[in-house]
């Protein structure tokens, strides 16, 4: 399997899905911004999973997925 990496300067969610349209799939991040800033500010991992022509992995940051964990065991 080849894993390619770019530096490109550009609209971030635009940006991505031009390059994901040749790929088996995206892998992207996610910052952990919820509820009003998250709608205000728009989210790149939520615009690739609903824009993008492949699959998309949206992986959690370590303090998101912490954060997730003590909700659930309350």
Known sequence: MEIEYRAVLGQPAETLLGIARK???LVVGSRGRGGFTALML???SEQCVHLATCPVLVVP???ED???RAQQAE
Request: aromatic letters at 0%; zero cysteines; hydrophobic letters at 35%.
């Open 23 to 25: 790929a088996r799939m």
């Open 42 to 44: 728009g989210s790149v």
């Open 61 to 63: 940051s370590r303090q």
């Open 66 to 68: 912490l954060k997730q």
